[in-house]
Nanobody, 117 residues
Framework: VQLQASGGGLVQAGGSRRLSCEAS????????TGWFRQVPGKEREFVAA????????YYADSVKGRLTISRDAAENTVYLLMNSLKVEDTGLYYC???????????WGQGTQVTVSS
């Protein structure tokens, strides 16, 4: 599977941004898609995830209530809507697909989100 993340950019604190993760290739196997972010000098951290059917979503405590993950099965695309952005949300955002057991082993390239104060 190939994952293409897009939608990053520069946004002011308090603003919003929507990231997209489009999957191509082997998209038929049920899987969970996740978003992660990384800043220089720190480990990559989990942000949010959504199951194949969209019936279950998971969020890091730091983003609950502000970020919403969703999926469009017909378009093989997962979205991350980010509201009330904070400077600490700045980072390189990656989308990834799991192996069926919440181990994320297929990664796309990152898209940079920079939140200015």
């Amino acid at each position: 599977v190939q994952l293409q993340a897009s939608g990053g950019g520069l946004v002011q604190a308090g603003g919003s941004r929507r990231l997209s993760c489009e999957a191509s290739g082997n998209t038929f196997r049920p899987y969970t898609t996740g978003w992660f972010r990384q800043v220089p000098g720190k480990e990559r951290e989990f942000v949010a995830a959504i199951t194949w059917t969209g019936s279950n979503t998971y969020y890091a405590d730091s983003v609950k209530g502000r970020l919403t993950i969703s999926r469009d099965a017909a378009e093989n695309t997962v979205y991350l809507l980010m509201n009330s952005l904070k400077v600490e949300d700045t980072g390189l955002y990656y989308c990834a697909r799991d192996d069926g057991y919440f181990n994320f082993d297929s990664w796309g390239q990152g898209t940079q989100v920079t939140v200015s104060s």
